[in-house]
């Protein structure tokens, strides 16, 4: 049988970490290559087009459609505020004006003397692309956004919710194995990416969120607690997007689970600096990971931490992190490595593995569904 590989979860201490930027419609970009960005710059805006109301104006003032240029007291492209009147006629002896007014701030787009209507476009909604991490710009995607690089820690969660969120790192707990309670939560986390230990209980998230924290990086969590807290079950769609106050980022997977010594220590290590963190996930085609970042002035200045591998060995007895449905998140050690492809539940055929789990139960999963956790 060939030697079988496959992907951990990235934690290095030194890395070089590349971010595209995009807008999700054509806009204009505001840097240029070379330039030095804060998390907060904005690198690419885009003007969404307002919704057009249509006014019939001729029909609320009872005239024909043709008449209509001969009361207007506007022109196309006047901006007009909400109320004001856009035509009036004089009346019957003055008396009994009818009066068309603009049911929205905007700008007048048409004036129709064949329909009768006056077209009154919305503000446009601007879109702003912020770099989200401290780099620098090393290519410009026209009308579109850039390509920001920045230098320092890098560590990948297995799961997240939550967008992304930039805020000064503070462990809370003081081992790795230790869960995250309310009573950790102090009245300093505002705005603090908090640190917990093998996971975080419902109260503590929610205490914390109350608080102005805006993040949560522990082992691992009760999936009943994640989702009364968000109001639904995830299931397998992209994370990141939910309307919650922090975002959370497990780096183990669901239950109460040691979050891994070389995870814990470069926090620790990085306390007290600024972190760019995104709970987004996805665990199907196109892995999407939750991740932390931490960009270094100095690297001369970086934690020592041992390196992460880019593959590692799959082999019996290996350390494993299911990473796909119906087992999403469960831990275990491979236990056979059957040579022949089987068929799967998809009708394609596969080679498969055979890990106990930690409640004793053997499972059978595509090697492709795995990723070799580290130990200590």
């Known amino acids: 049988m060939g030697t079988a590989y496959t992907p951990g979860l990235t934690v290095s201490a030194n890395t070089i970490v590349l971010k595209t930027r995009r ?22 805006r885009a003007l969404l087009p307002g919704i057009l109301q249509t006014v019939r104006a001729a029909q609320l003032l009872g005239i024909e459609p043709k008449q209509l240029p001969d009361v207007v007291k506007v022109k196309e492209g006047d901006a007009v505020e909400k109320d004001q009147i856009l035509a009036e006629t004089k009346g019957l002896f003055g008396l009994f004006k009818g009066v068309c007014k603009a049911p929205v701030k905007g700008t007048v787009e048409f004036i129709s003397p064949v329909t009768g209507h006056i077209g009154v476009r919305e503000p446009p909604t601007v879109i702003d692309v912020r770099a989200y991490v401290q780099g620098r710009v090393v ?3 026209p009308q579109e956004g850039a390509v920001i690089e920045t230098q320092g820690a890098f560590i990948q969660g297995i799961f997240g919710v939550g967008g992304e969120r930039r805020g000064e790192l503070k462990v809370m707990v003081q081992s790795p194995d230790e869960v995250l309670t309310a009573r950790h939560i102090t009245s300093d986390v505002k705005g603090k990416v908090l640190v917990g230990g093998a996971a975080v209980e419902k109260d503590a998230f929610l205490k914390a969120g109350e608080l102005g924290a805006v ?9 009943t607690d994640l989702i009364e807290y968000l109001g639904y079950d995830i299931g397998v769609a992209i994370t990141g997007t939910e309307d919650i106050p922090l975002t959370i980022i497990l780096t183990e997977g669901f239950g109460t689970i040691r979050m891994a010594n070389r995870t814990f220590r470069l926090l620790q290590s990085l306390e007290g600096k600024l972190a760019s963190i995104n709970g987004a996930t996805q665990i199907r085609a196109g892995v999407i990971r939750p991740e932390i970042i931490v960009p270094i ?13 880019e593959t590692q060995q799959l082999e019996i007895g290996a350390p494993i992190r299911i990473i796909r449905e119906p087992y ?22 596969a080679r498969v593995l055979k ?3 930690e409640d004793g139960s053997v499972v059978v999963v595509p090697r492709a569904n795995v990723e070799i956790i580290a130990e200590g």
Do not use: Y
């Open 23 to 44: 807008l999700p419609i054509k806009g204009e970009v505001l840097v240029n290559e070379g330039d030095t960005v804060e998390p907060d710059t904005v690198v690419a």
């Open 139 to 141: 290519k410009v995607l």
């Open 215 to 223: 993040g949560i990086v522990v082992g691992g969590i009760r999936d």
């Open 297 to 309: 002035q100095d690297p001369s200045q970086l934690p020592e931490t041992p390196p992460t591998a």
């Open 328 to 349: 999403f998140g469960k831990l275990g050690r491979v236990v056979e490595l059957p040579p022949e492809l089987v068929e799967i539940e998809s009708g394609t055929h």
């Open 355 to 357: 890990a106990e789990l």
